[in-house]
């Protein structure tokens, strides 16, 4: 059964992942709060819901409150970088000029850019990128009223967008959405397309350079180690003083100088790919599974996510004494990829499949780097997984959780393992440390996984037909919110 809806002009999310924000939750405690006091203090109630309405129409204007979505504004700890951002290009009055001004300074810069103006003017995009800069999505019309509408309207300006950028070569991960206004529904879109919001802390109120005097003095007065400051390079009207912008600019990159302020891309001060070239989707073609779960690739590491031993440094010591005399391994979700190339330094091959084609090209690249050339990479699906070799074991560490189709998964990994072959895995449980983990998950990331029981794991390894289950408790894994299993195969 596919697990994908098929619209053309709707976002398409796996089953297995369910999307929730700060907004979804005050939603539910305010609710279950209004229906604890309607026999109590019904009087509160009206209280109540205005103060939640005066919430929510208040939110989209405070981007850093995170309510709808994470919302990327500064970053923490940035050791003296600094972003400048530059929106609503490109334009053939400024874009050429500001870029010949970066250039004499060896600045990089983000440009968000509207995808009707790379239809219009795509020499300057190409120039940008030519440039070394990088771009972000900032919708294909951007109408200011674009979070009233529909979400299928929504989901086709930012997917218009897209194909825009894609005609230059590039894939774009970042969106800036117009005037800086979010609502509940964009996060599910961007994460169906394996995109995240960026926004700003640092914003001088140009008015889309209406209000260019001063401009300097505006950005410069608080200007911090971390912050991401909102311009823009179009010319609001054909009078546009552009020689006078353009000293205004050259300001700010002389005064973040003189505090002491590394002007870098967002892409470098938040760690996080602004864009990259469609290396991934040219090889892998564009499944929407994929860029989903790119977006959980990207936040694996800077959120903490995943299995809680520290896969760099060594190897779980059940799967490490499985590893003895074993030819053939195959490793379901490589996680952070690193646990996989120390599994290749012992077994003669290993395969690595995974959702995310990000993910996977980080696993190619320490690999190359590492000298290993016995593993080999597939892009999947894992709810509909396709295996053509067999196995003496498999293991999976950080994607059980979000196959929404695990008797399929376990069935088709029984079928694929050598008689004697041992299957492996670890799954958030169901208790009270992995309730937390998964609400912090879904206050990081918006996103909720799934929890097991030890029973609930049971029935799926019987059914396909493992033996000799037995359970561990990861070493590394104190609070007990992971629960890691075996069976074999007789």
Not at 140 to 148: F, N
Not at 184 to 209: E, H, Q, T, W
Not at 217 to 239: C, E, F, Q, W, Y
């Amino acid at each position: 059964m596919n697990d994908y809806q098929q619209s053309s002009d709707k976002p398409h999310l796996p089953a297995s992942i369910k999307v929730y924000s700060k907004f979804h939750l005050i939603t539910i405690i305010l609710a279950l709060l209004s229906f604890s006091l309607l026999r109590i203090s019904p009087g509160i109630i009206p209280f109540l819901i205005l103060l939640y309405l005066l919430l929510i129409l208040t939110a989209p204007y405070f981007p850093r409150w995170n309510m709808f979505l994470p919302i990327t504004c500064r970053k923490k700890n940035s050791q003296g970088k600094i972003s400048l951002t530059f929106d609503d290009g490109p334009d053939p009055q400024t874009t050429e000029a500001l870029l010949k001004l970066l250039k004499k300074y060896r600045i990089k810069a983000s440009f968000f850019v509207i995808g009707d103006r790379i239809r219009r003017y795509p020499e300057l995009a190409r120039l940008i990128l030519d440039e070394g800069h990088e771009l972000g999505n900032h919708s294909q019309h951007h109408d200011s009223l674009l979070m009233l509408k529909s979400k299928s309207h929504l989901f086709r300006e930012i997917e218009d967008c897209q194909k825009e950028l894609r005609s230059l070569g590039i894939e774009a991960y970042a969106f800036r959405p117009p005037v800086g206004i979010t609502n509940p529904k964009l996060f599910r879109i961007l994460i169906s397309l394996g995109m995240y919001c960026v926004a700003f802390n640092r914003r001088p109120r140009d008015f889309g350079n209406r209000k260019t005097r001063h401009l300097k003095k505006r950005v410069l007065k608080s200007l911090k180690s971390g912050d991401i400051v909102l311009l823009h390079d179009k010319a609001p009207n054909a009078h546009f003083e552009v020689r006078q912008w353009l000293k205004e600019i050259e300001g700010i990159i002389l005064g973040a100088g003189e505090k002491k302020l590394q002007i870098v891309p967002v892409s470098e001060l938040t760690g996080r790919p602004v864009m990259s070239k469609s290396v991934t989707e040219q090889r892998y073609g564009t499944q929407p599974s994929f860029s989903v779960f790119n977006y959980l690739a990207e936040s694996y590491r800077s959120e903490g996510l995943g299995y809680p031993i520290p896969e760099s440094s060594r190897i779980p010591e059940n799967l490490k004494t499985m590893l003895n005399n074993t030819k053939s391994v195959l490793e379901l979700g490589p996680g952070d990829g690193r646990m996989g190339l120390e599994v290749a330094k012992q077994a003669n091959h290993l395969t690595v499949i995974d959702n995310s084609p990000a993910m996977l090209k980080r696993v190619e690249t320490n690999a190359e780097k590492a000298g290993i050339n016995n593993l080999k990479t597939d892009c999947q699906d894992l709810s509909n997984l396709k295996l053509l070799n067999e196995f003496d074991l498999v293991y999976a560490y950080s994607c059980l959780e979000y196959v929404s189709d695990l008797k399929t998964l376990f069935g088709t990994v029984y079928h694929h393992l050598n008689h004697g072959g041992v299957f492996i895995g670890s799954v958030p449980v169901k208790s009270i440390s992995g309730f937390k983990r998964k609400l912090n998950l879904m206050l990081k990331l918006g996103l909720a996984v799934s929890l097991f029981s030890k029973s609930d794991i049971k029935k799926l390894v019987l059914e396909a037909g493992f033996s000799d289950l037995m359970f561990y408790t990861p070493v590394d894994d104190t609070s007990a919110s992971f629960l890691e299993f075996s069976v074999n195969k007789h």
